[in-house]
Protein backbone atom coordinates (compact mmCIF):
# COMPACT_ATOMS: atom_id res chain seq x y z
CA UNK A 1 0.00 0.00 0.00
CA UNK A 2 0.93 3.13 -0.58
CA UNK A 3 2.46 4.87 2.52
CA UNK A 4 3.79 8.68 2.83
CA UNK A 5 5.98 9.96 5.92
CA UNK A 6 7.28 13.10 6.11
CA UNK A 7 9.70 14.05 8.67
CA UNK A 8 12.04 16.90 10.09
CA UNK A 9 10.24 20.34 10.47
CA UNK A 10 10.90 22.16 13.43
CA UNK A 11 11.56 25.65 15.11
CA UNK A 12 13.52 27.86 12.26
CA UNK A 13 14.66 31.64 12.86
CA UNK A 14 14.54 33.79 9.51
CA UNK A 15 17.55 32.89 7.36
CA UNK A 16 18.00 29.70 8.56
CA UNK A 17 17.72 26.24 6.70
CA UNK A 18 15.88 23.15 7.26
CA UNK A 19 15.63 19.66 5.32
CA UNK A 20 12.14 17.95 5.54
CA UNK A 21 11.96 14.73 4.23
CA UNK A 22 9.41 12.19 2.56
CA UNK A 23 9.93 8.60 2.87
CA UNK A 24 7.90 7.00 0.58
CA UNK A 25 6.77 3.05 0.44
CA UNK A 26 4.46 0.91 -1.57
CA UNK A 27 6.19 1.70 -4.82
CA UNK A 28 9.18 3.97 -6.15
CA UNK A 29 10.17 7.16 -7.53
CA UNK A 30 10.91 5.47 -10.62
CA UNK A 31 6.52 4.76 -10.59
CA UNK A 32 5.35 8.27 -8.77
CA UNK A 33 5.78 11.91 -9.07
CA UNK A 34 6.10 13.72 -5.46
CA UNK A 35 5.27 17.18 -4.67
CA UNK A 36 5.90 19.42 -1.43
CA UNK A 37 2.74 21.24 -0.63
CA UNK A 38 2.26 23.66 2.26
CA UNK A 39 -0.65 25.22 4.54
CA UNK A 40 -0.54 27.61 7.06
CA UNK A 41 -3.62 27.87 9.42
CA UNK A 42 -6.62 29.61 7.99
CA UNK A 43 -4.72 29.65 4.60
CA UNK A 44 -5.52 27.42 1.90
CA UNK A 45 -2.58 24.53 0.84
CA UNK A 46 -0.70 25.59 -1.91
CA UNK A 47 2.03 23.55 -3.94
CA UNK A 48 5.56 24.26 -3.58
CA UNK A 49 7.43 22.28 -5.69
CA UNK A 50 7.67 18.86 -7.37
CA UNK A 51 9.67 16.07 -8.75
CA UNK A 52 8.44 13.72 -11.76
CA UNK A 53 9.51 10.15 -11.78
CA UNK A 54 10.92 9.66 -15.77
CA UNK A 55 13.23 12.15 -15.60
CA UNK A 56 13.55 13.71 -11.99
CA UNK A 57 12.10 17.19 -13.67
CA UNK A 58 11.44 19.87 -11.07
CA UNK A 59 9.26 22.73 -10.56
CA UNK A 60 8.96 25.02 -7.88
CA UNK A 61 6.30 27.91 -6.69
CA UNK A 62 7.37 31.10 -7.81
CA UNK A 63 8.34 32.85 -4.06
CA UNK A 64 10.38 29.93 -2.92
CA UNK A 65 12.53 29.73 -6.40
CA UNK A 66 16.63 30.07 -5.33
CA UNK A 67 15.79 29.14 -2.00
CA UNK A 68 14.27 25.22 -1.87
CA UNK A 69 15.64 22.40 -3.33
CA UNK A 70 13.31 19.81 -4.23
CA UNK A 71 15.71 16.12 -4.85
CA UNK A 72 15.26 12.18 -4.27
CA UNK A 73 17.40 9.22 -3.41
CA UNK A 74 15.94 6.75 -5.09
CA UNK A 75 17.94 4.02 -3.05
CA UNK A 76 16.42 5.09 -0.03
CA UNK A 77 13.17 6.11 -1.85
CA UNK A 78 12.92 9.39 -0.21
CA UNK A 79 12.12 12.84 -1.20
CA UNK A 80 13.72 15.96 -0.06
CA UNK A 81 12.65 19.24 0.87
CA UNK A 82 15.71 21.33 1.49
CA UNK A 83 14.62 24.61 2.52
CA UNK A 84 18.03 27.57 2.93
CA UNK A 85 17.24 30.96 3.94
CA UNK A 86 13.45 30.56 5.21
CA UNK A 87 11.20 33.79 5.87
CA UNK A 88 8.34 33.91 8.35
CA UNK A 89 5.79 33.36 5.87
CA UNK A 90 7.36 29.94 5.20
CA UNK A 91 5.71 28.66 8.53
CA UNK A 92 3.28 26.29 7.46
CA UNK A 93 2.71 22.06 7.62
CA UNK A 94 4.25 20.66 5.03
CA UNK A 95 2.91 18.04 3.57
CA UNK A 96 4.41 15.52 0.37
CA UNK A 97 2.03 13.99 -1.71
CA UNK A 98 1.85 11.97 -5.07
CA UNK A 99 -0.80 11.48 -7.37
CA UNK A 100 0.04 7.96 -8.35
CA UNK A 101 1.62 8.36 -11.47
CA UNK A 102 4.37 10.37 -13.52
CA UNK A 103 3.34 13.96 -13.96
CA UNK A 104 3.43 16.96 -11.68
CA UNK A 105 0.32 18.75 -12.20
CA UNK A 106 -0.74 20.44 -9.28
CA UNK A 107 -3.05 19.77 -6.12
CA UNK A 108 -5.93 18.29 -7.13
CA UNK A 109 -4.20 15.51 -8.75
CA UNK A 110 -2.62 14.15 -5.70
CA UNK A 111 -4.10 11.01 -4.29
CA UNK A 112 -2.11 10.33 -1.42
CA UNK A 113 -0.92 12.55 1.14
CA UNK A 114 1.25 12.20 4.27
CA UNK A 115 0.23 13.64 8.03
CA UNK A 116 2.49 16.48 7.41
CA UNK A 117 5.18 18.38 9.44
CA UNK A 118 5.30 21.62 10.82
CA UNK A 119 7.99 24.35 9.99
CA UNK A 120 7.82 27.18 12.06
CA UNK A 121 10.12 29.99 11.05
CA UNK A 122 10.30 32.54 14.02
CA UNK A 123 12.71 35.09 15.99
Known amino acids: QVQLRESGGGLVQPGGSLRLSCAAS????????IGWFRQAPGQEREGVAC????????YYKDSVKGRFTISRDKAKNTVYLQMNSVKPEDTAVYYCATPGDHYCSGLGTMKYWGKGTLAIVSS
Open 26 to 33: GFTLDSYA
Open 51 to 58: ITSSEGST
